[in-house]
């Protein structure tokens, strides 16, 4: 049978007639070619159309609304011992309008075939790249309608953990995903944004003997080994999803151990584990407390938990703590992999805090998207203020809210700044979307979420969150949707306002309160300013935020409370407690989003409230922060508050004012007189070096310990460091038993930073050196590999420090280890230029081992600088690199400067002062 031209093939698909070349582009006149319709057709307006080859890449970053998703069909091939994969995509989609242009993401993979097919008929479609954006040209142009486009492809499997990769574990090759925000473009063609949401079909072909994992559950548990040419593969097909955006598909690939869970959701779900091969036993933690965060969060929210299954999924190499994945949830695998008995209580808070953010997403992220990168708080505020929720209901012991009230105080630290970002940042470049996933989005996105909570009333704000998950459910939604349903549950409140007073631009107010007594009536005078931090470059700072304050004021016998909203400069508020207030506490709970200032009363009231407690340390700081207080108001101020009873998190701020000392005079560690006023305070709490046994004990005792170590050099403390460690490593060499994990997290640091850097101990260091090298690849435990890399960072000889970063560059140590490292040597002046120089040095390679999306990070191997002339270095380099690194670097290099320089004043403005406090 003789092949009709192309056009009369298509002709049901396409506008234009037949031409043996292309049309001119003033012949613009088009007309349907249906003739089922042809006389209701010709009764329309002729549409018109730019036959002219279009421009494929008008718009730098958004994709046009002329096409649009409906449905993903996905066909996989993979080998994880190979260096690449391949696959097929169907894609339903519907054309607005006529066009001869489709635009979608393609990333690294080489797209090989691409066409159009529509009532029976295919064309090719000539494909165009730039970058990680695809156009897609058909040869006349395309009818408005549905179509589906099929693609095919082959990519790379690339180690640094973006997009679809491969790690090598225990001898065998595992492929993971990881597509937040911009990376399912790596894995396939798509409309890689998270307003489109569409069902996904999927199946993977992989080697028999391996297994495939995906969102949905598999049709055939065991999958289908193929015959013929691909003989030696097996098919695993999965369930249509429900509708996802494409950073939210997830597949893994390997073999794995599956480690059955009870079933969840009222025994409608099943649930496992998946491990890497030899792991699975290390599940157990995970597997009893998945259940119990999952009911919870199921009865708060008002709806079961909205997905097929849940995997748990445990990655060795993994560029995040965890990924929300429906259905399968990723984690890097120490978090999720441990002997829960055993575990420092450390790891299991940060476990269960990950484990429930992750869990929380299942409705705000997944259930219902943000629409743009714009609205990401309304995922990652949310899933941190219900992980704090979950958590307190699941384990109070852990004490997370008090751990939550530092967190809080120390982003207002960064939000304060001049670089600092809104929460709510609009998104024009990929730069953009990569820096809107900081603590400003998390942590701050989360306090505004528990201030509105506690100022409207918790069970209204239930309401609105619920109905809104009800209205928007398995769709997408925005800031303004939000709102709407909470403003109905408000009784009037303008929460609209607040919000955006909070999200919608950076900065922190500082509120003070006052009072006068006048006869039966107590006046409040109430004033907001921003703050403004030592160092900060603005000559002023002209913001003012809807507030809603909420004050505590006591005569130490008495208490009243009294709540209003502050939208004003300054405002005096009248009240009738019926006695005078001789202290205050202006934040209840320290619910409200800002720092305070008062007259601070009896010491004695803050010990018997800890979100008083918490707020008055950070009122004590501030004054120090903002440069308008002695430096002995906050060590002076805190002093009577050291006493053995308070809770580790109160320990924490103890300590950390009295690090303070160290920090604005880099000297101190080293002076006797410095040492005593120490060792006076330290000594006043117990110190057992098997580090407790209550929870309470086991959270007191590291910090404890660490801090008699970094502080006094604490001769016991070394001793049992240099015990612990040598049991630990000879263990590992196969002389003796490990001792407790808990234990070797704690003083095998201990043990290898207590080595100095002094020559007559050189030897010494590089043999430990060497032997912790030797250890990495002798522990299948996750913790205890984390414990050694932490050790690696840890030593006070530079050469060495540069030594154990080289481990991430030649491939010993994976692209994640990197973030370890950088954990255990930020802001070590001893080491500081160092890391940096070598950083310089290996830029090129480091970069291509941790991906270049993560070189906009890497300006923090400047954070321990304390220079203006160190700042000009940090700043010229990485001009010198500006045409490699994606575009991001620009907000993170800001604050790193403003970091050094702000630094620079502050010891200036306290180093003197910190001095004389500890030589009086």
């Not at 012949?27 to 307006?45: I, N, R, V």
């Not at 049709?219 to 999965?238: V, Y």
């Not at 938990?305 to 748990?312: E, R, T, W």
């Not at 109430?526 to 030592?534: F, G, H, I, P």
Request: proline share 6%.
């Amino acid at each position: 049978m003789r092949a009709l031209p192309l056009c009369l093939v298509l002709s049901s698909i396409f506008f234009s007639g037949c031409a043996s070349a292309p049309p001119d582009a003033a012949q613009t006149a088009a007309h349907a070619t249906d003739h089922t319709k042809e006389k209701t057709a010709a009764k329309k307006p002729v549409p018109t159309v730019d036959l002219a080859r279009p421009v494929p890449f008008p718009a730098p970053l958004r994709l046009p609304d002329t096409v649009t998703p409906r449905a993903y069909d996905i066909a996989l091939a993979i080998d994880p011992a190979s260096g690449r994969f391949s696959g097929t995509i169907g894609i339903d989609v519907d054309l607005a309008e006529a066009t001869r242009l489709v635009r979608l993401h393609a990333d690294l993979i080489a797209v090989k075939k691409a066409e159009l097919v529509g009532r029976g008929a295919a064309v090719p479609l000539e494909v165009a790249k730039d970058g990680d954006n695809l156009a897609l040209i058909a040869p006349i142009a395309l009818a408005p309608g549905r179509a589906r486009l099929e693609l095919a492809w082959d990519g790379p499997l690339p180690e640094s953990p973006l997009g679809v990769y491969r790690v090598q574990d225990g001898g065998r090759w595992y492929v993971y995903t990881q597509f937040e925000p911009l990376e399912a473009r790596r894995a396939f063609p798509c409309f890689d944004e998270p307003r489109w949401k569409v069902p996904v079909s999927l199946s993977i072909d992989v080697p028999t003997g391996l297994r495939a994992v995906a969102n949905n559950p598999e049709l055939e548990p065991n999958g289908t080994p193929l015959a013929g040419a691909e003989a030696g593969w097996t098919r695993f097909r999965f369930a249509t999803t429900p509708p996802l955006p494409t950073y939210l598909i997830a597949f893994a690939v390997g073999d794995f151990d599956l480690v059955e869970g009870q079933r969840v959701s009222g025994g409608r779900v099943p649930f496992r584990v998946v491990a890497p091969k030899g792991k699975g036993g290390l599940a157990g933690f995970v597997l009893d407390k998945t259940p119990r965060h999952l009911d919870w969060q199921e009865q708060w929210f008002g709806r079961p938990y909205p997905f097929a299954k849940l995997d748990l999924v445990a990655v060795p190499s993994f560029g995040s703590s965890g990924m929300e994945n429906p259905g399968l949830i990723t984690f890097r695998e120490s978090l999720v992999l441990m002997d829960g008995d055993k575990a420092a209580i450390e790891d299991r808070i940060w476990c269960e805090s990950v484990l429930a953010h992750e869990l929380a997403h299942m409705w705000f992220g997944d259930l219902v998207t943000m629409a743009w990168w714009d609205d990401l708080w309304l995922n990652e505020a949310f899933a941190v203020w219900m992980s704090r929720k979950s958590l307190t209901a699941v384990s109070p012991e852990l004490d997370v809210r008090e751990q939550a009230l530092r967190g809080k105080h120390g982003t207002m630290g960064g939000d304060a700044r001049s670089h600092a970002r809104a929460v709510r940042q609009p998104i024009l470049t990929e730069g953009d979307v990569y820096n809107a996933f900081d603590g400003i989005t998390y942590s701050k996105g989360a306090a505004v979420l528990e201030m509105i909570e506690a100022w409207i009333g918790a069970d209204r704000f239930q309401a609105g969150v619920r109905s809104y998950l009800d209205q928007h459910a398995f769709g997408s939604a925005t800031t303004a949707d939000l709102v709407e349903h909470l403003q109905a549950e408000s009784q009037g409140a303008d929460v609209g306002g607040v919000m955006a007073s909070f999200v919608d631009k950076p900065g922190v107010p500082f509120v003070r309160l006052d009072w006068r007594c006048e006869g039966d009536a107590v006046a409040l005078e109430v004033s907001q300013t921003a703050l403004k931090l030592l160092g900060d470059p603005r000559q002023s700072i002209d913001s003012v935020w809807k507030i809603p304050v909420c004050a505590r004021l006591s005569d130490g016998k008495r208490t009243t409370e009294h709540c209003d909203v502050l939208d004003e400069a300054k405002e005096t508020w009248t009240i009738r407690p019926g006695f005078c207030p001789t202290f205050a506490h202006p934040n209840i709970e320290e619910a409200g989003y800002f720092r305070w200032g008062t007259r601070l009363g009896p010491m004695s009231t803050a010990r018997g409230d800890k979100a008083a407690f918490a707020g008055l340390v950070s009122s004590l700081r501030t004054g120090l922060e903002t440069g308008t207080a002695a430096f002995a108001s906050l060590v002076d101020g805190v002093e009577p508050l050291v006493e053995p009873s308070v809770s580790p998190s109160e320990l924490g701020d103890l300590l950390s004012a009295l690090g303070s000392v160290t920090y604005y005079d880099q000297e101190a560690a080293k002076n006797a007189r410095f040492r005593k006023k120490a060792k006076v305070w330290l000594d006043r709490f117990p110190v057992d070096l098997g580090l407790g046994r209550t929870p309470r004990e086991r959270r007191l005792m590291p910090a404890l310990v660490r801090a008699r170590a970094g502080l006094l050099a604490d001769a016991k403390v070394l001793a049992e460091a240099k015990r612990v460690s040598e049991r630990f490593l000879g263990a590992i060499e196969g002389k003796g038993e490990r001792p407790a994990l808990e234990a070797v997290q704690v003083y095998l640091g201990i043990h290898v930073s207590g080595l100095g850097r002094e020559a007559s101990k050189a030897k010494v260091r590089q043999a430990l050196w060497q032997r912790l090298r030797e250890a990495l690849p002798k522990t299948a435990n996750p913790n205890e590999r984390d414990a050694i890399i932490e050790a690696l960072a840890a030593f006070d000889d530079p050469e060495l420090v540069v030594k154990s970063y080289g481990l991430v560059v030649d491939g010993t140590l994976r692209a994640q280890d990197l973030r370890t490292l950088r954990g255990h040597t930020s802001g070590r002046k001893e080491i500081a230029h160092a890391t940096w120089d070598w950083m310089v040095q290996n830029f090129d390679g480091l970069v291509a081992r941790i991906g270049a999306k993560a070189a906009p990070g890497l300006p923090q191997f400047a954070g321990a600088f304390c220079s203006g002339e160190e700042a000009a270095q940090v700043e010229a380099f990485f001009a010198s690199k500006a045409a490699v690194i994606p575009s991001g670097i620009e907000r993170t290099l800001a604050q790193t400067l403003e970091t050094i320089r702000a630094c620079e004043v502050s010891r200036a403005r306290y180093g003197a002062e910190a001095r004389a406090w500890y030589q009086r």
